[in-house]
């Protein structure tokens, strides 16, 4: 990779790249040469590692679009869409991404966690909204993702719910729990 490549990577709009992400822009076709590029490029500084195999322009990066890259496919979810759209008004540092395993990851300082969904949800994009550079759910694609895999949570406000998409997304789960809590908490609104 040549100091242009690296140079038209960062130039992009995007603020964390994966090794992939570079590997593909570069379009070289040696991986451990390019590894010994990076390499370089971080000791002087160009390049901010993140985590391994994830890289930032510098420490002023994203963080959702840093959760969506850990692990792919993914989506930004949970609490952090509810919060972000006043349902629940418990405040959480960690990142909540659906993804296709569980796990809690802290990288430079963030925390994200992330939750599994089975492959015909998260690969549906019902309800996700694509933004320039990470995926992130609708408050109702939130709020059905978190009841689909906790079977009594405690919502704060359910008045912003627009009921409709509820009933529009719910068909991706093909859960018929899913549908009755949805009745449930649609009828104490």
């Known amino acids: 990779m040549e100091k242009a490549g690296l ?14 992400d570079i590997l593909l ?4 076709t040696n991986p451990s040469l390019l590894r010994r590029r990076i390499s370089y490029y971080v000791k002087n500084r160009e390049l901010y590692p993140i985590r ?5 322009k510098d420490k002023n990066y994203d963080r959702l679009e840093l959760a969506n890259k850990i692990f792919t496919p993914a989506y930004i979810s949970f609490e952090t869409v509810l919060a972000k759209e006043g349902v629940i008004f418990q405040h959480y540092d960690q990142v909540f991404v659906a993804s296709y395993l569980t796990r809690e990851i802290s990288c430079d300082g963030g925390a994200y966690a992330f939750r599994r969904l089975k492959d015909s949800v998260l690969t549906n994009s019902l309800g996700v909204e694509i933004k320039v550079h990470y995926s992130i759910a609708s408050k109702e694609r939130a709020f059905l993702d978190t009841l689909y895999l906790n079977t009594n949570y405690h919502f704060d406000n359910l008045s912003s719910i627009d009921w409709n998409k509820c009933v529009e997304i719910l068909p991706i789960y093909a859960n018929k729990a899913l549908a009755k809590r949805l009745d449930s908490y649609f009828k104490l609104v």
Request: no cysteine; charged share 15%.
């Open 7 to 20: 140079l038209n990577i960062v130039r992009g709009g995007n603020t964390v790249f994966t090794f992939k």
């Open 25 to 28: 822009a570069s379009g070289k």
């Open 52 to 56: 391994r195999g994830v890289y930032a």
